[in-house]
């Protein structure tokens, strides 16, 4: 079992910088397709961004496509949500999650583990 640890979250003024990362347990990191989620008060938990097992392959959500990306480093068991140019609409709790496979998704149902998230605030 993967289980994944989220952590970076902050307050950050409108047009600055977060990277998230997402350490995750387990010898089998390297296996699986990782993903990250958000909700914001509110609203519905979304879909952000994902990559399949070896991090060549990556999808993003129209609202965040040019402004965040997703990385992953097997070695350290961690993948990356660096987040530019954040908007106050990007204010929500942050989840990193861990697809059952080794491709990646954006359905919530296809991720087997997740985190506790983590606070992203944007002030405007």
């Known amino acids: 079992q993967v289980q994944p640890v989220e952590s970076g979250g902050g307050l950050v003024q409108a047009g600055g910088s977060l990277r998230l990362s997402c350490a995750a347990s387990g010898r089998t990191f390297s296996s699986y397709g990782m993903g990250w989620f958000r909700q914001a008060p509110g609203k519905e938990r979304e879909f952000v961004a994902a990559?399949?097992?070896?991090?060549?392959?990556?999808y993003y959500a129209d609202s965040v496509k040019g402004r965040f990306t997703i990385s992953r480093d097997n070695a350290k068991n961690t993948v990356y949500l660096l987040m530019n140019s954040l908007k106050p609409e990007d204010t929500a709790v942050y989840y990193c999650?861990?697809?059952?496979?080794?491709?990646?998704?954006?359905?919530?149902?296809?991720?087997?583990?997740w985190g506790q998230g983590t606070q992203v605030t944007v002030s405007s």
């Open positions: 990559t399949n097992w070896n991090g060549r392959s990556t």
């Open positions: 999650a861990v697809h059952s496979g080794s491709y990646y998704s954006i359905r919530e149902a296809d991720f087997s583990s």
